[in-house]
């Protein structure tokens, strides 16, 4: 019984990470202009160029590159990896059907960088607390750490930077600045909340 609580836990806490970082990326990423870096960036800007929803570019783009990490990571990650980003996709469509709740935050971009770095933090945060892949920028970074001499964190933010460059074709320079923030914000929650779920990421690593 003990083991089946844990799982339903696990899950848990991966669905609700997953809600409030689609929650994040619809009420102020997307209204208020303010980017991310790495996939959640990129699902920013095909939504702006080519009108594609979010809750779908984030599942297919995560499809590709679990399948890759599957390839050469293994597949201790892969079943929580999918749950996070199956809840993504269908929170995100149920947040497009609600409607916007929160004010638009387009003409205050600072406030706009600091609550979406808060809602990327945590919600990325509790998905890699409970064991989860957070998106394809883990493994994106993780393949980037194993085949080539860059660091994790170096990494990571390559993947952010050359996302927010490209974001530069639609968003202009001085609102970059807050996207950065925005990325800094929520890479120091996803470690500090990464931290405190520590034991529990930990475990089943062989499962």
């Known amino acids: 019984m003990r083991p089946a609580k844990e799982t339903l836990t696990r ?7 997953a809600a409030i970082l689609s929650f994040g990326l619809f009420n102020v990423h997307s209204q ?26 984030e599942f ?20 929580y ?11 995100y469509m149920l947040w497009e059907r609600v409607g ?11 406030i706009a960088a600091l609550l979406g770095g808060v809602f990327v933090g945590v919600g990325v945060g509790l998905v890699v607390r409970a064991g ?17 001499k860059l660091t994790l964190s170096k990494s990571y933010f390559m993947t952010d930077a050359i996302v927010l460059a490209l974001s530069l074709t639609y968003i202009p320079a001085g609102r970059i600045v807050f996207s950065f923030i925005t990325v800094t914000l929520s890479s120091f929650l996803i470690e ?14 062989g499962a």
């Open 11 to 17: 899950y848990a806490v991966l669905l609700l990470g």
């Open 32 to 57: 208020s202009g303010v980017t991310e870096g790495g996939v959640l960036g990129t699902t920013l800007l095909l939504h702006h160029w080519f009108g594609i929803s979010p809750g779908v570019s």
């Open 60 to 79: 297919v783009i995560d499809v590709i590159c679990y399948a890759l990490g599957f390839r050469f990571l293994g597949k201790a990650f892969f079943k």
């Open 81 to 91: 990896a999918i749950a996070a980003s199956a809840g993504f996709a269908c929170f």
């Open 100 to 110: 916007p709740v929160l004010p638009d935050l387009s003409g205050q971009p600072l």
């Open 132 to 148: 989860g892949a957070s998106g394809g920028d883990d493994v994106l970074a993780l393949l980037l750490n194993k085949f080539t």
């Open 192 to 205: 500090r909340i990464q931290r405190i779920g520590a034991p529990c990421a930990a475990a089943e690593q």
